[in-house]
């Protein structure tokens, strides 16, 4: 969010598999509007933020 680093690595299969979850945690509190999947090996790519209940976590990919 913002385009700004949040975690660097050199290791992402342990990014994804341990450190995500940590991250994830911080970024729900400060990006509410942001789409954070628990499982985002199996996640579909989403553009944008929720805004006005438009978008859901059932069409958050449709547009």
Do not use: I
């Not at 992402?12 to 628990?38: G, I, N, Q, T």
């Not at 944008?48 to 990919?61: A, I, P, Q, S, W």
Request: aromatic share 12%; charged share 30%.
């Amino acid at each position: 969010p913002g385009f700004k680093p949040v975690q660097l690595t050199k290791d992402l299969h342990s990014f994804w598999s341990d450190a995500y979850f940590e991250v994830r945690k911080e970024l729900r509190r400060r990006y509410p509007k942001h789409y954070w999947p628990d499982n985002p090996l199996e996640a579909q790519a989403v553009r944008g933020v929720r805004r006005h209940g438009n978008l859901t976590k059932d069409n958050m990919g449709a547009r």
